[in-house]
């Protein structure tokens, strides 16, 4: 486990396109309730093998990095995270910097090289 490395909760919606290891689409709401969409590769989201026939939607994670804590004026902490560290994930919109609450932040349940080492295996 990398102690630099945390993740966020994501909700698997659906499964979106079969290339090889096969893409996922997930969503999150960040601390000001905006929906942020990523699309990426099985592995980065899920330990499991999900594909078409998987139940959607189900829990996943983002894995990311912290920049920042402040709070807000109504005193909730605020964590700005990035996407782009460990698994350079972005949303539909080319984001991948975020401000969550607190509470959204995991500890990294992956070793620090499982998206790197799931591809290397599966190249």
């Given at each position: 486990m990398?102690?630099?490395?945390?993740c966020i909760p994501v909700r698997i919606v659906r499964f979106v396109d079969e290339r090889f290891p096969?893409?996922?689409q997930c969503e999150f709401t960040d601390a000001d309730g905006h929906s942020h969409i990523l699309i990426d590769k099985v592995p980065l989201f899920a330990e499991e093998n999900l594909n078409e026939s998987s139940e959607y939607p189900r829990e996943g994670?983002?894995?990311c990095q912290i920049l920042d804590r402040s709070r807000d004026n109504n005193?909730?902490?605020l964590i700005r995270i990035t996407t782009d560290r460990p698994d350079i994930v972005e949303s539909n919109e080319g984001l991948s910097e975020f401000v969550v609450l607190a509470d959204q932040i995991r500890p990294d349940p992956w070793?620090?090289?499982h998206g790197q080492l799931w591809d290397e295996q599966h190249s």
């Open positions: 990398n102690s630099n490395t945390y096969g893409w996922l994670i983002v894995r005193g909730r902490e070793p620090s090289s």
